[in-house]
T-cell receptor, first 115, second 114 residues
Framework: GAGVSQSPSNKVTEKGKDVELRCDPISGHTALYWYRQSLGQGLEFLIYFQGNSAPDKSGLPSDRFSAERTGGSVSTLTIQRTQQEDSAVYLC?????????????FGPGTRLTVL | AQSVTQLGSHVSVSEGALVLLRCNYSSSVPPYLFWYVQYPNQGLQLLLKYTTGATLVKGINGFEAEFKKSETSFHLTKPSAHMSDAAEYFCAVSVASNTGKLIFGQGTTLQVKP
């Protein structure tokens, strides 16, 4: 079956521009996560969505970062006024219920480069 | 706060040799532990996980890991390395909460020499 998909696979932008990254989770998965993978910081949790509950935004690094999940499925991560330190691979994952024993299935990521 | 430490950012073994990747965790509550593998330009793939029950966990591709509470460790092993095992490996912990968010170690790059 289809896994987690992300688009675009690569994004190059200029400093100060806004970018939107998209994630399509596995059908039927109620939990969705965004992580960031960078050379200096490793893999960091950004945000978590579970059903209709308020998202856990505790990992967002600044108010330039926001995310939404429409209709309990597709999610968009938006970075406003991008900075060079935002350059990283942004990974999306989904799991069946959001319980911490659930396996998270990861997408291939979006590589963001801010010039 | 929970944390994960992976000893050795790079490990090199010969093909056919034992693979041992070390992971220690810190958690004030019973942890759920995961090993993920990442091949170049790909997302993360689950190798194995420990939730409850048997402390020796077997995963895909011949890997296994043992949860040792007294040592707060969850080391990953494979008896005989294959060239296709060359990748980056991440240990992660998910604490007993309702979010399931993962805290990752810094990763270990495994090189397999012919």
């Amino acid at each position: 079956g289809a896994g987690v998909s992300q688009s675009p696979s690569n994004k190059v932008t200029e400093k100060g521009k806004d970018v939107e990254l998209r994630c399509d989770p596995i059908s039927g998965h109620t939990a969705l996560y965004w992580y960031r993978q960078s050379l200096g910081q490793g893999l960091e949790f950004l945000i978590y969505f579970q059903g209709n509950s308020a998202p856990d935004k505790s990992g967002l690094p600044s108010d330039r970062f926001s995310a939404e999940r429409t209709g309990g499925s597709v999610s968009t991560l938006t970075i406003q006024r991008t900075q060079q330190e935002d350059s990283a691979v942004y990974l999306c994952a989904s799991s069946l219920s959001g319980h911490n024993r659930d396996t998270q299935y990861f997408g291939p990521g979006t590589r963001l480069t801010v010039l | 706060a929970q944390s994960v430490t992976q000893l050795g950012s790079h490990v090199s073994v010969s093909e056919g040799a034992l693979v041992l990747l070390r992971c220690n965790y810190s958690s004030s509550v019973p942890p759920y532990l995961f090993w993920y593998v990442q091949y170049p330009n790909q997302g993360l793939q689950l190798l194995l996980k420990y939730t409850t029950g048997a402390t020796l966990v077997k995963g895909i591709n011949g890997f296994e890991a043992e949860f040792k509470k007294s040592e707060t460790s969850f080391h990953l092993t494979k008896p005989s390395a294959h060239m296709s095992d060359a990748a980056e490996y991440f240990c992660a912990v998910s604490v007993a909460s309702n979010t399931g968010k993962l805290i990752f170690g810094q990763g270990t790059t495994l090189q397999v020499k012919p």
